[in-house]
């Protein structure tokens, strides 16, 4: 039971932290606090039966991270637990760490310390640096062994960059961050001179004492509250747990945009490989190994496997011929692309046919036989690497996360064709297998995938069973109040704690939702697209500032292509500047009192926050349902279908509402704000399924053109 004295000061707290700022408590907000802590607060170290998950559906406006902060920082701080924050977008991410939390410490006389914690990659590894700037031959074959990822030399310009950065660092003008170097650097550019876990030798590294990735690290175990992000989250439970983050067991978690936190799990665990990039890389393995040995003599161990590698590579490079002859069939009479999206394959309910799985049960293993061999060989690098007297230290040190690398590749393509060559049991949902046709260099690749559809399981077993408790918090976490939809795909307890908070806002007052008369819906997307043409130009007229919000990059492109050459100097489109640019520079127009249209996809719908003139007409283009040909989501919803169930009633419709609850709410930021949110999609009142989408958006004054 949650004691009376924490009830007291976070009470306090809160109190203190309304009078300050001028605030006026908002009844959602106090909702919020109070289902944090009776959840939270009635935590106890040796129940195992314990609810520990509360699950909250809170709108724009409540003040979410005011609400979880004043609730989930005294509690943790009294189970003796650290609190890990945890959002799906920078933007929130840095938001909170740099004001936020300042925010609410200095004016609710709250203790607390907090930083923010990455991932290695968005740290410089010194390691990498001194090797690029020597340009050591080894390097250079590291750098061709990833001939997909980056390019092989240095040019002028980058090595000015690099020596800029080594003595900023050294000078202790650079703290080693990606993000707060001053200029922009490629990604190119910077894959060069970071590293991943893979990679990374940890305290067997020459620059360990000074890594800037560990020094981070140190300060994340002497803080109370921990601010990261899923994609972290899910990588350090995949390694175990602990190793970035702290132990789940000892963590109190609070998923700020939690309903992210499902896809993000499903990509993390998504397996792929490309078999013309894959055989090359191979090619080049025997004489990389033979220049390492030529550097290395006294690695006798490579001296007398290097016939096996030999044979091992000759052994894949055969089979991914085969491969790619077999698979290739699939798109004999296929473009390389529609409507701008890459040529897809997908293997109906994942099931793979006999030949395809033989096929991938040689290369499964052929490629677990060369794992075998890098793996012990990585095993000598490491025997090197711990004996600071060995004169191949140095070498070593250069050469060992080429060898990581390779073995980290090996690794993904066994787990692949072992996927590929097993057939999935009739009672769990199937993995979702699909073949995507591309180019490269100059000819046709195959990239061959394969992924979860459903992740519940995953999340239970690595997160919800392991942490001490969490928050899980969003503005679209449930349907009309039903989480079951969120339930299905995140794995959280029935038991939990839902709860679904009133919004702040009067919608009836403050907005409309519009549907247009037109003659045509999005199942004719070229009358559709001809249709939102003529239609934009009138609907934002005398508008100051506006969102449109696309579902594909083709239509985008033809309805920006397509529109009068004066009204297209007002708009600002995804894919032309960064968004973070594009934001800027609407915000700009606005305030010279010019009119200004941003044009954007999924990512613009949400995550940015244009409060009053900087957003006051949304328009949407067409009810938001998933893309029809996404594997995973085609996958489950055959499976749900062939067990007798309904999948656009189940998936399709509620994913569908969630994503334009979402949109809609790129409108009302404040409570002073004002508009309109325009619908151009018919079927939302032709449609039966229209009622229950309309029904289920926020209680906007309704205008329907007949």
Same mark, same amino acid.
Request: with cysteine.
């Given at each position: 039971?949650?004691?009376?004295?924490?009830?007291?000061?976070?009470?306090?707290?809160?109190?203190?932290?309304?009078?300050?700022?001028?605030?006026?408590?908002?009844?959602? /907000?106090?909702?919020?606090?109070?289902?944090?802590?009776?959840?939270?607060?009635?935590?106890?170290?040796?129940?195992?039966?314990?609810?520990?998950?509360?699950?909250?559906?809170?709108?724009?406006?409540?003040?979410?991270?005011?609400?979880?902060?004043?609730?989930?920082?005294?509690?943790?701080?009294?189970?003796?637990?650290?609190?890990?924050?945890?959002?799906?977008?920078?933007?929130?991410?840095? /938001?909170?760490?740099?004001?936020?939390?300042?925010?609410?410490?200095?004016?609710?006389?709250?203790?607390?310390?907090?930083?923010?914690?990455?991932?290695?990659?968005?740290?410089?590894?010194?390691?990498?640096?001194?090797?690029?700037?020597?340009?050591?031959?080894?390097?250079?074959?590291?750098?061709?062994?990833?001939?997909?990822?980056?390019?092989?030399?240095?040019?002028?310009?980058?090595?000015?960059?690099?020596?800029?950065?080594?003595?900023?660092?050294?000078?202790?003008?650079?703290?080693?961050?990606?993000?707060?170097?001053?200029?922009?650097?490629?990604?190119?550019?910077?894959?060069?001179?970071?590293?991943?876990?893979?990679?990374?030798?940890?305290?067997?590294?020459?620059?360990?004492?000074?890594?800037?990735?560990?020094?981070?690290?140190?300060?994340?175990?002497?803080?109370?509250?921990?601010?990261?992000?899923?994609?972290?989250?899910?990588?350090?439970?995949?390694?175990?747990?602990?190793?970035?983050?702290?132990?789940?067991?000892?963590?109190?978690?609070?998923?700020?945009?939690?309903?992210?936190?499902?896809?993000?799990?499903?990509?993390?665990?998504?397996?792929?490989?490309?078999?013309?990039?894959?055989?090359?890389?191979?090619?080049?393995?025997?004489?990389?190994?033979?220049?390492?040995? *030529?550097?290395?003599?006294?690695?006798?161990?490579?001296?007398?496997?290097?016939?096996?590698?030999?044979?091992?590579?000759?052994?894949?490079?055969?089979?991914?011929?085969?491969?790619?002859?077999?698979?290739?069939?699939?798109?004999?009479?296929?473009?390389?692309?529609?409507?701008?999206?890459?040529?897809?394959?997908?293997?109906?309910?994942?099931?793979?046919?006999?030949?395809?799985?033989?096929?991938?049960?040689?290369?499964?293993?052929?490629?677990?036989?060369?794992?075998?061999?890098?793996?012990?060989?990585?095993?000598?690098?490491?025997?090197?690497?711990?004996?600071?007297?060995?004169?191949?230290?140095?070498?070593?040190?250069?050469?060992?996360?080429?060898?990581?690398?390779?073995?980290?590749?090996?690794?993904?393509?066994?787990?692949?064709?072992?996927? =590929?060559?097993?057939?999935?049991?009739?009672?769990?949902?199937?993995?979702?297998?699909?073949?995507?046709?591309?180019?490269?260099?100059?000819?046709?690749?195959?990239?061959?995938?394969?992924?979860?559809?459903?992740?519940?399981?995953?999340?239970?077993?690595?997160?919800?069973?392991?942490?001490? $408790?969490?928050?899980?918090?969003?503005?679209?976490?449930?349907?009309?109040?039903?989480?079951?939809? =969120?339930?299905?795909?995140?794995?959280?307890?029935?038991?939990?704690?839902?709860? *679904?908070?009133?919004?702040?806002?009067?919608?009836?007052?403050?907005?409309?939702?519009?549907?247009?008369?037109?003659?045509?819906?999005?199942?004719?997307?070229?009358?559709?697209?001809?249709?939102?043409?003529?239609?934009?130009?009138?609907?934002?007229?005398?508008?100051?500032?506006?969102?449109?919000?696309?579902?594909?990059?083709?239509?985008?492109? /033809?309805?920006?292509?397509?529109?009068?050459?004066?009204?297209?100097?007002?708009?600002?489109?995804?894919?032309?500047?960064?968004?973070?640019?594009?934001?800027?520079?609407?915000?700009?127009?606005?305030?010279?009192?010019?009119?200004?249209?941003?044009?954007?996809?999924?990512?613009? *719908?949400? $995550?940015?926050?244009?409060?009053?003139?900087?957003?006051?007409?949304?328009?949407?283009?067409?009810?938001? =349902?998933?893309?029809?040909?996404?594997?995973?989501?085609?996958?489950?919803?055959?499976?749900?279908?062939?067990?007798?169930?309904?999948?656009?009633?189940?998936?399709?419709?509620?994913?569908?509402?969630?994503?334009?609850?979402?949109?809609?709410?790129?409108?009302?930021?404040?409570?002073?704000?004002?508009?309109?949110?325009?619908?151009?999609?018919?079927?939302?009142?032709?449609?039966?399924? $229209?009622?229950?989408?309309?029904?289920?958006?926020?209680?906007?004054?309704?205008?329907?053109?007949?």
């Amino acid at each position: 039971m949650l004691e009376d004295q924490l009830k007291q000061t976070i009470q306090s707290a809160y109190s203190r932290l309304l009078e300050e700022k001028g605030y006026s408590a908002r009844l959602c /907000q106090r909702m919020m606090i109070a289902a944090i802590a009776n959840t939270l607060g009635n935590l106890q170290e040796d129940d195992d039966e314990r609810a520990n998950l509360c699950i909250i559906e809170a709108g724009t406006g409540t003040g979410k991270t005011i609400a979880y902060a004043l609730a989930a920082i005294p509690i943790a701080k009294a189970l003796g637990k650290s609190l890990v924050v945890s959002t799906a977008t920078v933007a929130l991410q840095e /938001q909170i760490v740099f004001t936020d939390l300042p925010d609410i410490k200095r004016h609710s006389d709250l203790e607390f310390s907090f930083t923010l914690a990455k991932g290695r990659r968005r740290y410089l590894c010194l390691s990498k640096l001194d090797l690029v700037l020597q340009e050591s031959s080894s390097l250079n074959h590291n750098l061709a062994l990833y001939e997909d990822e980056v390019d092989q030399f240095t040019d002028e310009e980058s090595r000015l960059l690099y020596q800029r950065m080594l003595d900023e660092a050294a000078n202790g003008h650079w703290d080693g961050e990606l993000d707060s170097w001053p200029q922009g650097v490629s990604d190119r550019d910077w894959f060069r001179v970071s590293t991943d876990h893979v990679q990374c030798t940890g305290r067997r590294c020459m620059n360990y004492a000074n890594c800037f990735f560990y020094k981070a690290r140190e300060r994340i175990h002497k803080v109370d509250c921990i601010v990261t992000n899923h994609d972290l989250v899910l990588a350090d439970l995949t390694m175990g747990g602990g190793v970035v983050l702290p132990d789940p067991a000892d963590t109190l978690y609070v998923f700020d945009e939690g309903h992210h936190l499902p896809d993000k799990t499903i990509d993390h665990f998504t397996l792929y490989s490309n078999l013309r990039a894959s055989q090359s890389w191979l090619r080049q393995m025997p004489p990389l190994l033979a220049t390492m040995l *030529a550097q290395m003599p006294a690695l006798t161990t490579l001296a007398e496997r290097l016939n096996r590698f030999e044979d091992s590579v000759g052994e894949l490079d055969g089979d991914l011929e085969m491969a790619f002859g077999v698979l290739g069939e699939h798109f004999e009479s296929v473009d390389a692309s529609s409507r701008g999206m890459p040529a897809q394959h997908r293997f109906p309910g994942g099931r793979i046919a006999k030949p395809i799985r033989q096929l991938a049960v040689n290369l499964c293993a052929g490629f677990a036989r060369l794992q075998a061999l890098l793996s012990a060989l990585d095993a000598d690098f490491e025997r090197i690497l711990l004996d600071e007297e060995d004169l191949d230290r140095d070498s070593a040190e250069e050469w060992h996360p080429v060898v990581a690398s390779m073995l980290a590749r090996t690794e993904t393509n066994t787990l692949l064709w072992e996927d =590929f060559s097993e057939e999935d049991a009739a009672e769990l949902p199937p993995k979702a297998r699909w073949l995507t046709l591309r180019e490269y260099q100059g000819g046709r690749e195959i990239q061959i995938s394969s992924s979860p559809v459903l992740v519940d399981g995953i999340l239970d077993q690595h997160l919800w069973q392991r942490c001490f $408790g969490a928050v899980i918090t969003s503005a679209t976490l449930a349907v009309r109040g039903d989480f079951s939809r =969120f339930v299905m795909r995140s794995g959280v307890s029935k038991d939990s704690s839902f709860n *679904a908070l009133p919004s702040p806002f009067d919608f009836s007052k403050q907005g409309e939702i519009r549907i247009p008369a037109m003659q045509c819906d999005p199942r004719d997307p070229d009358a559709h697209t001809q249709a939102v043409i003529e239609m934009l130009p009138e609907l934002l007229t005398d508008q100051s500032g506006s969102l449109v919000l696309f579902a594909s990059w083709w239509q985008m492109n /033809q309805v920006l292509h397509g529109l009068p050459e004066q009204f297209r100097k007002q708009v600002l489109a995804q894919g032309d500047l960064s968004k973070q640019e594009i934001i800027k520079q609407h915000r700009k127009s606005i305030d010279d009192g010019k009119c200004s249209i941003i044009f954007g996809l999924a990512s613009f *719908a949400e $995550g940015i926050d244009l409060p009053g003139g900087y957003c006051n007409h949304v328009v949407i283009i067409k009810i938001p =349902f998933s893309v029809p040909n996404d594997p995973v989501v085609a996958t489950l919803c055959e499976w749900v279908d062939g067990k007798g169930g309904n999948s656009f009633r189940e998936i399709s419709v509620p994913d569908a509402i969630l994503r334009l609850v979402q949109a809609s709410g790129r409108l009302l930021r404040t409570e002073q704000d004002r508009g309109v949110v325009t619908l151009l999609d018919r079927r939302i009142i032709t449609q039966r399924y $229209g009622g229950m989408i309309l029904d289920a958006m926020p209680p906007y004054k309704r205008v329907i053109e007949r």
